[in-house]
């Protein structure tokens, strides 16, 4: 067990501390309106496209299609470091650059990988991801969005959900069903989907915190090249698979991060309002901090399990399950220290928007995987537990 | 003792949920939600003629004359269509003869001297004022609404000061005493009202061909959700009873042992909405995480509800204070 | 809504007030002794029979069987005011008078009333209850303790578990299959077992608390005469089933206010160590006694509901839910309380056990019932959620 | 950065758990129970021969002079059988070259100066007491044997007094504070053994025609289990390892952000190692609250972890301070 760094990884630490330190004081301010989808993602487009020509676009993507390679120690090294420093976020590459580009690098012919990745990279393309329904949520085998051959062509028709930056992606990431008269995970195809295809129709949601995070996205005959399918049809489950197989246990890095630094904001504000002096409150703080520390300590196993093995196996559940319910511990003492001051998000009473976070913290438990879906994974992932039935 | 609600009690809560399942519905919420600081004057008169807001008022001054036990079985189905506007304080209001409170023609907001933020501030015609035990009514400050409230149908606006008024009661302790009571109960409506909402979903929902009711990782969830709510109905009628039960008998009755306080039944209530809500949001996955569901406004509001009439937070206080 | 009691139950409270303050002084000091069953045993039949020349045995047993008939309300003041007074538990007395005593009452004929009931009533008999096995525990209904018919006997043989006062009952009310070819509810039968019976080996389980609380039973070609069936042969499950039906929500009222008062316990404890200070143990300190107000709050409305219908439906589940987490919550503090001092049981350094008191609360969410299997009970019968399969 | 166990490191784990199961079972902890106050002296010497006591001590002392992280790594090996005996203090007694420790020929306590409860005191050879930042030893003094101790496996005397002593090092918040660190190893171990142990139980028992683990809500408490005690113990490899680097290298390495304190690791092991514990007596149902089973010994010995090396409660302080 080692957690001091190798020469390399200091080097890489100091190096990019270097660079970011010159380079983010020339940036342009963060957008600041909420609601302006396009400003904030055109933003997020220029930091990757500045990434890019630094040479850090794609820190943990194999150089063969573009990335830089790194261990995924340097990786959680840039993850931290960005954070640290105050970078902008991944954002709206999201998608692009830990899903759809691994899962094109792995499983897309030649000239999909040429087509497709360096666009990613450079922040040109924005992509988004249709993989869940109204009816396919935590069991997203069951997807019913259709598509048949015509020609050169896929027809696609249904509906997907919580399609994220739908407004602002260029392409989508689709999984659909090529053959209904299979097995549910037998019958799945995965499909490139150019979003200025006709017959796409995005449907933004209000999240509960008031933002329009997510899309519903109908699609109406939309017809797709054949070309655009990675790996062969009705083998879409396996493709999508391998995407979440990339998992390098680094996709929660900047969140817990960020997590820690609106505690220390919260630490302040409750010393500067006197809420300091209730033990309760300090103690749950201290408890929350450590718990924290805790599942930094734990990414960094997770990182070096996927360094050895290539991926965390249920590292990653666990992770997220620990997490969520530190976040819902430490919603609660944010009210508690806001009092009055909570009966409104924006208020800036502090450094952070302790307010919306309680409530965005509701979502932990809820995206990427239910609570309950992650607990069933590890009682038989993990433990070796029966399935039900 | 019979702790069961009487015939008419009974009454009272069918009559009122008729109207308010057919009136506030989810269309009116969401309308309400983008409209924030206007009151709807419509419904507001039509609860009044239901005897909402002078349920507790004496008949003297417009109201209905009823205890506060008859007041939490109101504010509790209140609660369960998550009605917008400040019903609690209006109700309070009309206990002290506010001129148009019982018989809904007023819309009245009740603070503590020591708050900047105002609840509903552009929609009120009076505000009141609490501090030192003393109620009074102060001229309505000028007020900055903020975009981006906690709760869509609280909207909170921010006042520089507050100024200084006319006393119209020196019953301040007890009229924010029976506005925790009232918060208590209609979070114990929040909190049913998200439990059915839950599990009306869950035995619908199907996913891996099963209807996610019958998983126990839901059910037990909203399992324990109707427990917390279920106890905590119990607990704010008690204190309701008790203080009434305490002023028409200047406390001669003997019903053995303690009895519930407000504050006691308050933390109780808040706990158990605020346990339901998620409970609900949670057992509809990402949909519960959406205006698409009332269930973010339930669980809202029952956010916003600790931090009126004293904090949550200061119930805790005081209910230590007691042991 | 009423709390105030009626003129009956001011009556009732007052005469049973005076009756204990005359009678408690008088009575011998409780056996100090915890691994004495028989001393601990004799001390609380010694009470019954004192209740019963006194006319308070069987409050709430009907009046045609020797019982008071008194009202649900006024069995709660019975038990709120033996509490409140210190007089001594129902003890091992607990089977006869909630579960074997009624079912006869309801079930039994008019020759096993005239045997078995007075005993009871007098606290000349005591009964266990020979119902959970090793393998049928939540699943009571898969019993497999097996009896035939030879003549004018059943010839009994199996294992029984969790059979408190089994060291000293004369009586057990048993659960066996007498056929074993239809569907589990519908093979069992009710039997009044004679613990003298030849066969019958009982083992004290040591608890986790370190008493001999309970005990197995093995039973070896037990003969129980036929006369001894409680209702028809296999009809046993539904004769059961009318002894939990005989809940009147008063369970747990005797528990409850000892709850109360070891939480007054600990917040003196508490202030006397300066622990007080601390607003987060003061704070949950509150909130647990809040809770515990609300649950005996809900207790009056079970038993007022029980006046009303004759049980108080998932009332009891309901109750155990709430009362258990609290309890749970209540050891937690009390350790942090106890600090060091916690580290035995019997140190004595308040009038109460906090430890052996946060330990044994563990059995609440298991006994009689497990936490899972009412929260199953909840969300089926009250919410009308669809059973498993 | 390789925050996986080295292949040293993995050896020595397997080493000691294959002596560890095969030697410290049920019937050993049953036997150590029903013996309070003695301790099994073959034992003590085998797990001296182990390395178990020398492990942090120097080479120079007859110890094995190996870091923190490995000390980790073998004080959950010894949580996992909940092995008897003051085995904690006595390596940390071999770290300050107490006579006999590091060898097994003597079994070791430590105390802070102001309590009066001294744990396994019958069975001490040595005892030592930590004040104002010394470690001294004292002469033992008389007690009682409380009869009924939290852990049947942590036997409890009271003393009058605790004796003046001699010093022996200056090192004795250093010293503490790796006694937390080891406490919240055993705890991890302890947890992790309350997990093995329902999960077993849970795969076997059948109700309802079906195997319990497929349960829900069974399979959930597990996995919430399980989660913690993944997490926790990553905490206290963390805070080990922490310490040895910074020991190493005199704190000149950056290993990027902040680093896991020992209050911070144990207060998270603790909290892990109660909920383990306490799921595993619930997956069992009633045979989890017999002594038939270990669960009990597990979840006993954690909460009186908890009140060792300082309390629980005053990590809470110390993490809090720091923030």
């Given at each position: 067990m080692q957690l001091a760094p190798t020469a390399d990884e200091a080097a890489f630490r100091a190096e990019l501390r270097a660079w970011l330190a010159e380079t983010l004081p020339g940036l342009a301010p963060k957008p600041d309106d909420r609601e302006d989808w396009t400003a904030k993602s055109d933003y997020e487009r220029m930091w990757q496209r500045t990434l890019f020509d630094a040479g850090y676009a794609g820190v943990s993507w194999p150089k063969e299609y573009g990335g830089r390679g790194s261990t995924p120690a340097e990786e959680l090294i840039f993850l931290e470091e960005t954070e640290a420093a105050g970078a902008p976020y991944v954002g709206c590459n999201f998608v692009g650059t830990l899903h759809a580009g691994p899962t094109i690098g792995a499983e897309g012919s030649d000239e999909q990988k040429k087509q497709y990745l360096p666009g990613i990279l450079r922040g040109d393309d924005i992509w988004c991801q249709g993989f869940s329904e109204p009816e396919a949520g935590s069991d997203l085998a069951s997807l019913r969005t259709t598509a048949y051959r015509d020609g050169d062509e896929y027809v696609v028709n249904g509906q997907k959900m919580w399609t994220s930056n739908a407004q602002v992606a260029r392409y989508c990431e689709l999984l659909v069903r090529t053959d209904p008269d299979v097995k549910k995970h037998a019958g799945i195809t995965w499909l490139v989907m150019p979003m200025d295809a006709e017959g796409i129709e995005v449907r933004p949601l209000k999240s509960l915190t008031g933002g329009p995070e997510f899309s519903e996205m109908f699609l109406h005959d939309v017809r797709i090249p054949v070309e655009n399918r990675v790996g062969d049809e009705n083998d879409g489950w396996r493709v999508a698979m391998v995407t979440f197989g990339f998992e390098r246990g680094t996709a929660f890095v900047s969140e817990l991060l960020g997590t820690m630094a609106l505690v220390a904001d919260l630490v302040e504000l409750a010393k500067r309002s006197g809420h300091w002096d209730d033990a309760g409150i300090r103690h749950g703080l201290a408890r929350v901090s450590a718990e924290l520390d805790a599942q930094w300590a734990y990414t960094k196993r997770n990182v070096s399990r996927a360094a050895r093995d290539g991926n965390t196996g249920v590292g990653g559940s666990i992770f997220k399950?620990?997490?969520?319910?530190?976040?819902?511990?430490?919603?609660?003492?944010?009210?508690?220290?806001?009092?009055?001051?909570?009966?409104?998000?924006?208020?800036?009473?502090?450094?952070?928007?302790?307010?919306?976070?309680?409530?965005?913290?509701?979502?932990?438990?809820?995206?990427?995987?239910?609570?309950?879906?992650?607990?069933?994974?590890?009682?038989?992932?993990?433990?070796?537990?029966?399935?039900?039935? | 003792m019979d702790f069961l609600l009487s015939d008419d009690q009974t009454a009272l809560q069918s009559e009122l949920r008729r109207f308010l399942t057919d009136r506030v519905d989810h269309d009116l919420r969401t309308a309400a939600a983008e409209l924030p600081g206007a009151i709807d004057r419509v419904l507001w008169s039509e609860l009044a003629s239901l005897g909402v807001f002078g349920i507790h008022a004496a008949e003297d001054d417009g109201g209905v004359g009823l205890g506060l036990a008859e007041a939490t079985v109101v504010f509790e189905e209140l609660g369960r269509v998550a009605v917008p506007g400040p019903t609690i304080s209006t109700c309070l209001a009309a206990t002290l003869g506010v001129e148009g409170a019982a018989d809904g023609t007023a819309v009245v907001g009740l603070i503590r001297a020591d708050t900047l933020l105002v609840e509903h501030l552009d929609g009120l015609d009076t505000l009141l004022v609490h501090h030192d035990g003393l109620v009074e009514t102060v001229a309505k400050p000028d007020g900055t609404l903020l975009p981006r409230p906690l709760d869509p149908l609280t909207p909170v606006s921010q006042v520089e000061a507050i100024p200084a008024g006319d006393e119209i009661s020196k019953a301040g302790e007890r009229v924010i005493q029976q506005g925790r009571l009232l918060a208590a109960a209609f979070q114990v409506g929040l909190g049913q009202a998200a439990v059915d909402l839950g599990t009306e979903y869950a035995g619908q929902r199907q996913q891996f061909n099963k209807v996610i009711g019958s998983f126990q990782a839901v059910k037990h969830l909203l399992a324990d959700a109707v427990v917390?709510?279920?106890?905590?109905?119990?607990?704010?009628?008690?204190?309701?009873?008790?203080?009434?039960?305490?002023?028409?008998?200047?406390?001669?009755?003997?019903?053995?042992?303690?009895?519930?306080?407000?504050?006691a039944a308050r933390l109780v209530a808040s706990e158990a909405a605020q346990r339901a809500c998620e409970a609900c949001i949670q057992v509809h996955g990402g949909i519960g995480f959406t205006w698409e569901l009332d269930a973010h406004l339930f669980l809202k509001r029952s956010l916003a509800l600790d931090a009126t009439f004293g904090t949550v937070h200061s119930s805790h206080d005081a209910v230590a204070a007691t042991l």
């Amino acid at each position: 067990m080692q957690l001091a760094p190798t020469a390399d990884e200091a080097a890489f630490r100091a190096e990019l501390r270097a660079w970011l330190a010159e380079t983010l004081p020339g940036l342009a301010p963060k957008p600041d309106d909420r609601e302006d989808w396009t400003a904030k993602s055109d933003y997020e487009r220029m930091w990757q496209r500045t990434l890019f020509d630094a040479g850090y676009a794609g820190v943990s993507w194999p150089k063969e299609y573009g990335g830089r390679g790194s261990t995924p120690a340097e990786e959680l090294i840039f993850l931290e470091e960005t954070e640290a420093a105050g970078a902008p976020y991944v954002g709206c590459n999201f998608v692009g650059t830990l899903h759809a580009g691994p899962t094109i690098g792995a499983e897309g012919s030649d000239e999909q990988k040429k087509q497709y990745l360096p666009g990613i990279l450079r922040g040109d393309d924005i992509w988004c991801q249709g993989f869940s329904e109204p009816e396919a949520g935590s069991d997203l085998a069951s997807l019913r969005t259709t598509a048949y051959r015509d020609g050169d062509e896929y027809v696609v028709n249904g509906q997907k959900m919580w399609t994220s930056n739908a407004q602002v992606a260029r392409y989508c990431e689709l999984l659909v069903r090529t053959d209904p008269d299979v097995k549910k995970h037998a019958g799945i195809t995965w499909l490139v989907m150019p979003m200025d295809a006709e017959g796409i129709e995005v449907r933004p949601l209000k999240s509960l915190t008031g933002g329009p995070e997510f899309s519903e996205m109908f699609l109406h005959d939309v017809r797709i090249p054949v070309e655009n399918r990675v790996g062969d049809e009705n083998d879409g489950w396996r493709v999508a698979m391998v995407t979440f197989g990339f998992e390098r246990g680094t996709a929660f890095v900047s969140e817990l991060l960020g997590t820690m630094a609106l505690v220390a904001d919260l630490v302040e504000l409750a010393k500067r309002s006197g809420h300091w002096d209730d033990a309760g409150i300090r103690h749950g703080l201290a408890r929350v901090s450590a718990e924290l520390d805790a599942q930094w300590a734990y990414t960094k196993r997770n990182v070096s399990r996927a360094a050895r093995d290539g991926n965390t196996g249920v590292g990653g559940s666990i992770f997220k399950l620990g997490y969520h319910e530190t976040r819902h511990r430490l919603g609660d003492i944010a009210m508690r220290v806001l009092g009055r001051q909570g009966l409104a998000m924006g208020t800036r009473v502090s450094d952070e928007d302790h307010v919306e976070e309680r409530l965005y913290a509701l979502s932990l438990s809820i995206a990427a995987g239910t609570a309950q879906i992650q607990r069933n994974i590890v009682g038989e992932r993990l433990l070796g537990l029966p399935r039900e039935r | 003792m019979d702790f069961l609600l009487s015939d008419d009690q009974t009454a009272l809560q069918s009559e009122l949920r008729r109207f308010l399942t057919d009136r506030v519905d989810h269309d009116l919420r969401t309308a309400a939600a983008e409209l924030p600081g206007a009151i709807d004057r419509v419904l507001w008169s039509e609860l009044a003629s239901l005897g909402v807001f002078g349920i507790h008022a004496a008949e003297d001054d417009g109201g209905v004359g009823l205890g506060l036990a008859e007041a939490t079985v109101v504010f509790e189905e209140l609660g369960r269509v998550a009605v917008p506007g400040p019903t609690i304080s209006t109700c309070l209001a009309a206990t002290l003869g506010v001129e148009g409170a019982a018989d809904g023609t007023a819309v009245v907001g009740l603070i503590r001297a020591d708050t900047l933020l105002v609840e509903h501030l552009d929609g009120l015609d009076t505000l009141l004022v609490h501090h030192d035990g003393l109620v009074e009514t102060v001229a309505k400050p000028d007020g900055t609404l903020l975009p981006r409230p906690l709760d869509p149908l609280t909207p909170v606006s921010q006042v520089e000061a507050i100024p200084a008024g006319d006393e119209i009661s020196k019953a301040g302790e007890r009229v924010i005493q029976q506005g925790r009571l009232l918060a208590a109960a209609f979070q114990v409506g929040l909190g049913q009202a998200a439990v059915d909402l839950g599990t009306e979903y869950a035995g619908q929902r199907q996913q891996f061909n099963k209807v996610i009711g019958s998983f126990q990782a839901v059910k037990h969830l909203l399992a324990d959700a109707v427990v917390g709510i279920d106890i905590a109905r119990a607990g704010v009628h008690a204190a309701a009873v008790a203080l009434d039960e305490a002023a028409a008998s200047d406390g001669a009755n003997d019903s053995g042992g303690r009895s519930m306080s407000v504050d006691a039944a308050r933390l109780v209530a808040s706990e158990a909405a605020q346990r339901a809500c998620e409970a609900c949001i949670q057992v509809h996955g990402g949909i519960g995480f959406t205006w698409e569901l009332d269930a973010h406004l339930f669980l809202k509001r029952s956010l916003a509800l600790d931090a009126t009439f004293g904090t949550v937070h200061s119930s805790h206080d005081a209910v230590a204070a007691t042991l």
